[in-house]
């Protein structure tokens, strides 16, 4: 079993839904991150957070520590959201632990 | 400000031969991290330098090595290349060891 477990793996949507991509995690960490990663390989850090929620503008992530569990959400999304989500978990020796990623696609 | 820069974009290699992959750290930046990503899959943790020092390892052989120099920038060197060392290949400068990393846009490197 994965250290890191995103669902779903893929995600295909239409422009203006609300996305749910979902983390769970087995060890214990001091933070967690979401990155994105568009075709070509350039990743994008998000959020990193250790506990609650943060906002940054149609982008919504949640942690839960006592249940390893974390959700990135996406309000009112768009084409340009198209991209690989990425969760990674911080744990010791300064090393990041990275889900397989989740392919979002949103339709025109 | 520049961001993290990493040369170069592209690198074909025959097995058995000798690669060296670069990364400048962002302005202000003392830490960075090497990743590689298979196809397909998330990026692994290969190491991390902080202060010139490497600073955790993760499951990568010792053909894998690392450098970093006074003003930050690192180098990744793979000896005897081998066909599965395929691979897109990240890395990330952040303030410190527990701060927000900005990846590079990669290495996208292929062992014939």
């Known amino acids: 079993k994965n250290e890191v477990e995103q669902s779903p793996q893929n995600l295909t949507a239409q422009e203006g839904e609300f996305i749910t991509i979902n983390c769970s995690y087995s060890?214990?960490?001091?933070?967690l991150h979401w990155l994105q990663q568009h075709p070509g390989g350039g990743i994008v850090s998000l959020f990193m957070l250790s506990s609650g929620k943060k906002k940054h503008g149609r982008l919504i992530a949640t942690i839960n520590i006592q249940e390893k569990h974390s959700s990135l959400h996406i309000t009112a999304s768009h084409p340009r959201d198209s991209a690989v989500y990425i969760c990674?978990?911080?744990?010791?020796?300064?090393?990041?632990?990275f889900g397989q990623g989740t392919r979002l696609t949103i339709n025109p | 400000e520049t961001g993290v820069t990493q040369s170069p974009t592209h690198l074909i290699k025959t097995r058995g031969q000798q690669v060296t992959l670069r990364c400048s750290s962002q302005?202000?930046?003392?830490?960075v991290s090497w990743y590689q990503q298979a196809l397909g899959q998330g990026p692994q943790f290969i190491f991390q330098?902080?202060?010139?020092?490497?600073?955790g390892r993760g499951n990568f052989p010792p053909r894998f090595s690392g450098l970093q120099f006074p003003n930050y920038s690192s180098e990744l060197n793979v000896n005897a290349l081998e066909l599965d060392d395929s691979a897109l290949y990240l890395c990330?400068?952040?303030?410190?060891?527990?701060?927000?990393?900005?990846f590079g846009p990669g290495t996208r490197l292929l062992v014939l």
């Open positions: 302005s202000g930046h003392n830490t």
């Open positions: 990330a400068s952040s303030l410190e060891p527990q701060e927000t990393q900005y």
């Open positions: 990674a978990v911080r744990g010791g020796a300064q090393k990041l632990v």
């Open positions: 330098y902080y202060r010139e020092e490497e600073n």
């Open positions: 060890v214990g960490i001091s933070a």
